[in-house]
């Protein structure tokens, strides 16, 4: 399209430079025509393409990098986090300090893998497990895609590994999200420092380039039908109808963006309430079991189990009867606290009291 326009503009400046030309006036001017000027410029905007989409993958990692944070979240733990995984007859095992996970077989999915990382899916999350190829050795690499393609998504061959006794002082209930207690989790994603960031980026983005439309349309019109006005009387004129009416747009661009920030909240509500109930009717079926104890949190359902040692959550938030306790790599783990009886959500908030740190209440 760039190509075109531009093409077309030169036909254009041609043909209005000593009135109106006809088409064997073209074909016999054409061998007179210098071609490099309009080649050259050709090739700067080819170039600039090229390396616009040579370049796509470090943005989208810049974009995807600015909307997760700094690394650790809340500065805490900036240095990387080493994490140890085990593939046997039972399935998938991963340590990290303090959290241990375990994943059976029948709920991990086939193996994918790019030029530089192993992908390994699995039914417990959306984001599968990365492994980068540069840390494993080919040996190491062969045994995952032969573990994968004999056992993934099959009965396990072997029995998973003893679960940890929990002590006496153990709480444990068995929780399901309800879509309404999914909202605020979603809403928590939308509202964090970094989505705003991008938000206000993004709005910056579309105010400049709704203003720079206007231009572009008038440059598009002229060279259309670039008869009616000629290339030496169209640019004064053109520069004339910018500099003059430039606000116009501009102050379109700014009453959109205004417009979508004050329609923002609500319609983060109803996004957040759509997706929730599509969240919740496509969760698989069934009630996970929840352990709370002096040594941390275990959850399990399905076979899969993991235990999260309380150096693992970075504080407390409380939004009505939920409980969320963010966790290192930005993640949460949502508590319901209509799931314990009164004595045991009384113990539970204890716990969560002696080991995290203040808790904040949003409404």
Same mark, same amino acid.
């Given at each position: 399209?760039?190509?075109?326009?531009?093409?077309?503009?030169?036909?254009?400046?041609?043909?209005?430079?000593?009135?109106?030309?006809?088409?064997?006036?073209?074909?016999?001017?054409?061998?007179?025509?210098?071609?490099?000027?309009?080649?050259?410029?050709?090739?700067?905007?080819?170039?600039?393409?090229?390396?616009?989409?040579?370049?796509?993958?470090?943005?989208?990692?810049?974009?995807?990098? /600015?909307?997760?944070?700094?690394?650790?979240?809340?500065?805490?733990?900036?240095?990387?986090?080493?994490?140890?995984?085990?593939? &046997?007859?039972?399935?998938?095992?991963?340590?990290?300090?303090?959290?241990?996970?375990?994943?059976?077989?029948?709920?991990?999915?086939?193996?994918?893998? &790019?030029?530089?990382?192993?992908?390994?899916?699995?039914?417990?999350?959306?984001?599968?497990?990365?492994?980068?190829?540069?840390?494993?050795?080919?040996?190491?690499?062969?045994?995952?895609?032969?573990?994968?393609?004999?056992?993934?998504?099959?009965?396990?061959?072997?029995?998973?590994?003893?679960?940890?006794?929990?002590?006496?002082?153990?709480?444990?209930?068995?929780?399901?999200?309800?879509?309404?207690?999914?909202?605020?989790?979603?809403?928590?994603?939308?509202?964090?420092?970094?989505?705003?960031? /991008?938000?206000?980026?993004?709005?910056?983005?579309? %105010?400049?380039? %709704?203003?720079? %439309?206007?231009? /572009?349309?008038?440059?598009?019109?002229?060279?259309? &039908?670039?008869?009616?006005?000629?290339?030496?009387?169209?640019?004064?004129?053109?520069?004339?109808?910018?500099?003059?009416?430039?606000?116009?747009?501009?102050?379109?661009?700014?009453?959109?963006?205004?417009?979508?920030?004050?329609?923002?909240?609500?319609?983060? !509500?109803?996004?957040?309430?759509?997706?929730?109930?599509?969240?919740? /009717?496509?969760?698989?079926?069934?009630?996970?079991?929840?352990?709370?104890?002096?040594?941390?949190?275990?959850?399990?359902?399905?076979?899969? !189990?993991?235990?999260?040692?309380?150096?693992?959550?970075?504080?407390?938030?409380?939004?009505?009867?939920?409980?969320?306790?963010?966790?290192?790599? &930005?993640?949460? %783990?949502?508590?319901?606290? !209509?799931?314990?009886?009164?004595?045991?959500?009384?113990?539970?908030?204890?716990?969560?009291?002696?080991?995290?740190?203040?808790?904040?209440?949003?409404?």
């Amino acid at each position: 399209m760039v190509w075109f326009l531009i093409l077309l503009g030169a036909v254009s400046g041609w043909a209005t430079a000593g009135g109106r030309r006809t088409l064997s006036a073209f074909w016999r001017d054409l061998s007179g025509f210098d071609p490099l000027p309009l080649a050259a410029y050709l090739g700067l905007i080819t170039l600039a393409l090229l390396a616009f989409y040579a370049l796509h993958p470090w943005f989208a990692r810049r974009r995807v990098r /600015a909307l997760m944070g700094p690394p650790g979240g809340d500065g805490r733990d900036p240095g990387p986090v080493p994490v140890g995984y085990r593939l &046997d007859g039972a399935g998938l095992t991963q340590t990290a300090p303090d959290l241990t996970s375990f994943v059976p077989w029948p709920r991990i999915g086939a193996l994918g893998e &790019d030029r530089h990382h192993l992908f390994l899916p699995t039914e417990i999350g959306e984001v599968p497990i990365v492994l980068p190829k540069a840390s494993l050795s080919p040996e190491t690499i062969a045994g995952i895609r032969r573990w994968v393609q004999a056992c993934a998504g099959r009965p396990a061959p072997a029995l998973p590994p003893t679960e940890p006794a929990a002590g006496p002082e153990a709480v444990r209930a068995t929780m399901r999200l309800t879509a309404d207690e999914r909202v605020p989790l979603i809403l928590r994603s939308l509202g964090n420092p970094w989505a705003r960031r /991008a938000r206000l980026t993004g709005a910056a983005a579309w %105010l400049v380039g %709704l203003t720079l %439309l206007y231009p /572009a349309l008038l440059a598009m019109l002229w060279a259309v &039908d670039p008869y009616r006005v000629p290339l030496a009387d169209a640019l004064p004129l053109f520069a004339e109808m910018v500099a003059s009416d430039v606000w116009k747009p501009a102050a379109f661009a700014a009453a959109v963006i205004v417009g979508f920030f004050a329609v923002h909240p609500r319609a983060s !509500r109803w996004f957040a309430g759509d997706l929730a109930r599509q969240l919740e /009717a496509e969760a698989p079926p069934g009630e996970a079991e929840i352990v709370f104890d002096e040594s941390g949190i275990t959850t399990a359902k399905d076979g899969a !189990r993991a235990h999260l040692g309380w150096p693992l959550f970075r504080g407390r938030e409380r939004i009505g009867d939920l409980m969320i306790l963010p966790m290192r790599w &930005d993640e949460v %783990l949502p508590v319901p606290l !209509r799931i314990f009886e009164p004595e045991a959500r009384a113990r539970v908030e204890a716990l969560a009291e002696r080991h995290i740190s203040a808790e904040t209440r949003a409404r």
